[in-house]
């Protein structure tokens, strides 16, 4: 995937300033950038949640900026919203069912069978509220939510918010493995937990990319100051 030049204003405020970076086909690329800086606003503009005011964004070589959220999902568009967004009034199983349906997952019982092979409590829990798990329960919910839908491009919102360090470490387990197979895009506020998982980064500065490579060679300190308040 490709962004390119990306604008975005929420009314007279200019939230995204020509916003662009490239992502492979496989492999893991946080977005980093301290609070407000406008990470949650590009990953609702690469879903196609909030319109953008110019700029690209490409996919298989095509533009898919005019496509409606449900056709990027379609399209092989994940996505692990910030705050889970699960259905809190359905249950497990049906949060699940619903997903792979709606994207028209052709095989949907095995992609299930799948994501509650990566998350067991997810089988656990099944005829349970989405409403009554745990905060970390429901994490690991959104993101088999969009694991149903065979995303070739997985964009998670700070995935460990609010999540216990166990889970946390199950959730790294599992982006890592993913990161082999499909591209992740991730928000990350964690420096450690992003440099860790991520092969590539982006730091977004009051919605500009002030600084972005590769996290082998990535200078530590100069990110950081980037996220310090
Ligand atoms: N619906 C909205 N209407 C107007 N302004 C908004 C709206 N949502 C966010 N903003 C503003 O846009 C900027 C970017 O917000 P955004 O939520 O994208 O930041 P973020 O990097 O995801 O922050 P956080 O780390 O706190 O999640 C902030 O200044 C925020 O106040
Ligand atoms: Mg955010």
Not at 9 to 28: E, I, P
Request: net charge neutral; charged share 20%; aromatic share 6%.
């Amino acid at each position: 995937m490709a962004v390119e030049r990306l604008n975005q204003h929420y009314g007279g405020s200019h939230t995204l300033r020509n916003v662009s970076f490239g992502v492979g086909d496989k492999g893991c690329t946080a977005i980093l950038g301290r609070n407000g800086a406008g990470k949650t606003t590009l990953l609702r503009c690469l879903m196609g949640v909030l319109p953008i005011t110019s700029g690209a964004i490409v996919w298989n070589g095509a533009p898919l900026t005019a496509l409606p959220s449900h056709r990027r999902v379609r399209a092989g568009f994940g996505y692990v919203p910030q705050g889970r967004e699960i259905f809190a009034g359905l249950t497990v199983g049906q949060n699940l069912e619903i997903a792979a349906s709606a994207s028209g997952t052709a095989d949907a019982e095995a992609a299930v069978a799948e994501a509650v092979a990566l998350f067991p409590v997810i089988g656990q829990m099944w005829r349970r509220r989405g409403g009554d798990l745990s905060g970390g329960q429901q994490q690991q919910l959104s993101i088999a939510r969009a694991l149903v839908t065979r995303p070739s491009l997985l964009i998670l919102d700070e995935p460990t918010e609010g999540v216990q360090p166990s889970i946390v470490s199950r959730i790294e387990e599992v982006i890592s493995e993913l990161s082999g197979r499909l591209s992740i895009l991730l928000v990350e506020q964690y420096f450690e937990f992003a440099r860790s998982i991520a092969d590539h980064y982006v730091v977004l500065a009051r919605g500009e990319v002030a600084v972005s490579g590769g996290t082998a060679d990535m200078d530590s300190d100069a990110v950081k100051r980037f996220l310090a308040i």
